[in-house]
Each structure stands twice: as C-alpha cells, then as structure tokens.
C-alpha cells in the first residue's frame, strides 16, 4: 500500500493506495479520533458492488453508519439532492464530529463533499473514490460542487478531505468506457508534468488495458502524487493549477457544443488534447514528434483522436464562453516537449479553427 501525503498545513491529507486498501477505511477512520456516526454517501450501483466492504470496515470499527443513496452520475450535482442529503443528516443525528464518506466517482465525491462543505458549517469528509478519474484527478485537491441549471459546478466550495482512499481493485467492475475516459487524465498528467511518468504509461499500455492490479495501483499512485503537488502548490487555484486544464479548453468546449451528450468527460479531454499538441505544433512553441507522442498514446489507451463535428466555428465559439474567461480571453495550456507546460494567452481564434478544422480533416 502506498502512501502519498498532500501538505497544506491544518488541511493535510493522506491518500492511501493500494488493492483492498478499501477494507481498512474504519481502521483508519478510527485512528483520525472523529466522532462515532457516520453517513456513507454513493448511488445504487456502487453500492451494490462496493458498499457491503465498506459498511462492514466502519462497523468493525465501532463506528455507526447511515447509507444516503443518491441519483447516479451527473444527476446527483443539484440542489434538490443536496437538500435530501441534509435532511437525512439530519435524521441520522451526525453532529460536525460526525464524518460524511463519499463512496462513488466524481459526481458522487462532488456533491457529498459539497453536503460536507455546508451541513453545520463543514463536516470531516472522506473520499473513497470508484472511478479511475475520481480517482486520479476528482477526490483529491478539495474542489466540491453542486450544477446550477446554467452552468457545471457552479456552486461549490473548496472543502479538503481528511482522508482519501484509493482502491484499485474496485475498478474491476467499472464498465470499460468509463475506465478509458479516466486514461485521458492520466495521460495528462504525464504530458504536461512528468516525462517520466509519461514514458511508464507509454511501456505499459496493454497492463493498462487489462487492467492489471500492480501496474494500475503504481500508475495511480503515480498519478496522485502528481495532481497532490499541484494543488499543494496552489490549493485554490490561483496559477499552477491551471495546468490540469491541459486538453480542458477545448474538450469542455466539445461537451458544452454538444450538450454533454457525444462524448464522455475523458474521451472529449482526449480530442482537447490533440487539440492542444497541434496547436503547439502550429505555433512554433513544440515539434512534431512531442504531438505524434501524445496522439499515439490516447489512441493505444482506446481513446478518441479524431472528430467530424461540431464545426470548428462552434467550437471556438464555446471556447469563448468558458468559465475560465478573462476579459473575453481564455488561458490556453500547452506543452512545448513532454512533461512542461506553458500557459499562452491570445491564441487567434482563427488558429485555434485552423487546426481543429485540420483534425477533422485527417479524421474523415
Ligand atoms: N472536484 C474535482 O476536482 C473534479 C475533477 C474532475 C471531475 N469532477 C467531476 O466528476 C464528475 C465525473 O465523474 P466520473 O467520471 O467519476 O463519473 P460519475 O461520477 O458520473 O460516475 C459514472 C458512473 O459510473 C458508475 N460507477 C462508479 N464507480 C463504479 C464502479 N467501481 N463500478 C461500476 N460502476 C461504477 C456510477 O454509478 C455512475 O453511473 C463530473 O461531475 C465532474 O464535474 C470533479
Ligand atoms: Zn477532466
């Protein structure tokens, strides 16, 4: 079992990592000297696959638990679901020693954390991630959030977990789009902070696939580190984390031009990523071979690398649209070779059509 730290004073964390890592949660729990109640939230699925371990873990431990089934998927991120959680919070007696555990992927961990960050002010929260991109990227770093019916995650807080658990094992049972779409973060993190840890992923694409438990809890763990330094670095977000937006620009553009519903979160990263390795390219700022790299392994990992719509006109005009907009200009991250980014402003619109006009291209 690994164990990765992410140190930010009062707020530091442990992320733990390892296959079966889930059955020591009460242990571990225990051991933090919170109060005796706590509330498990996740959806009807997970639970089904994974709740029995984890109730069973915080029961062994003397600890009392109140299961709260939320809607699965993007759905759980309202208000309303938000609402019934505190209700139910409230019903079961949880007091701010008591600990909410998000059990699921990021929806679930966004809006469990989101009911941690406001019943009474902020509870203990836990993240027990079951998605590869919760987690790889959604449980760690604080970020929680609810949609308002305008706008993804408008509504949140940062709200740091006292503990994340990361169990490998548990992604035996995630359907196989889901598990590719997390890759795409993976691969991120590698393109534009880790040579080497790219170069590991790169070796070990077919172990990947088949999900194969030593190399996904060491790429994982890998990972984790990774994402824990970023936002040790800047926990809300001021600079460097802008950096995990690689690929972002564009694939939130992707979803939002398409109503959320072409692509999954990762396979629309992915596309953001090709994106941005062209763009680049095209720019002068990185040469062939850095691009070639990153699209050959988004297609090894099963991950989309070419498109034929939306128009590059819609595209760049949801760009222009995105939450991350200053004064109408949008902060590009890119990747001069493997393993750095560089943040660029003024991109020219027409460019960035240029070169998703030209993926079209080589797709179709
Ligand atoms: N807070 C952050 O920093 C952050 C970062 C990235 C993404 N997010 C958020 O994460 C959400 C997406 O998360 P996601 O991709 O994990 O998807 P998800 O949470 O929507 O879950 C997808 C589906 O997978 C199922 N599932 C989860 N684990 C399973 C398992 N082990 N076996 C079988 N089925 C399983 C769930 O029931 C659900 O139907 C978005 O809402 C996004 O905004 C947050
Ligand atoms: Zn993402």
Known sequence: MEEITVNLGPRSYPILVGAGALRSVG?????????????????RSVLA????????????????????CVPEGET???????????????????????????????????LAGFVAATYMRGLPFVQLPT??????????GGK???????????????????????DPAVLLTLPDPEFRSGLAEVAKHGIVLD??????????????LSRDLPTLE?????????????????????GLRAALNYGHTVGHALEAATQFSKWLHGEAVS???????RIAERMGLADAETGERQVRLLRHLGLPVGFSAPAPEAIVQAIGSDKKARDGKVPFVLAPRIGEFRLVFDIPPDLIAAVLAEIQRRSG
Do not use: M
């Not at 696959?49 to 709260?68: D, K, P, Q």
């Not at 040579?195 to 990947?208: L, W």
């Not at 060491?218 to 001021?238: N, P, T």
């Not at 953001?272 to 390795?277: C, D, S, Y």
């Open 49 to 68: 696959f994974h709740g029995r371990t984890v109730t069973a873990s915080l029961s062994a431990s003397g600890l009392s638990v109140t299961e709260i």
């Open 144 to 166: 929680v959030a609810i949609d308002h019916p305008r706008a993804k995650n408008l509504i949140g807080a940062f709200h740091q977990p006292r503990l994340v658990v990361v």
């Open 195 to 208: 040579a080497g840890y790219f170069a590991d992923v790169e070796a070990h694409v077919p172990e990947i």
């Open 76 to 110: 759980a991120k309202t208000l309303a679901v938000a609402e019934r959680c505190w209700d139910q919070c409230l019903t079961a007696g949880l007091d701010r020693t008591s600990t909410l555990l998000a059990l699921g992927g990021g929806a679930v961990g966004d």
């Open 131 to 140: 998605t590869l991109l919760a987690q790889v990227d959604a449980s760690i």
């Open 271 to 277: 596309l953001g990523i090709v994106a941005a390795a």
């Open 218 to 238: 060491r790429i994982i763990a890998g990972s984790c580190r990774l994402k824990g330094r970023i936002v040790e670095a800047d926990e809300r977000e001021g």
């Open 27 to 43: 242990a571990r729990l225990a051991a933090l000297g919170s109060g005796r109640r706590t509330a498990l939230v996740s959806d």
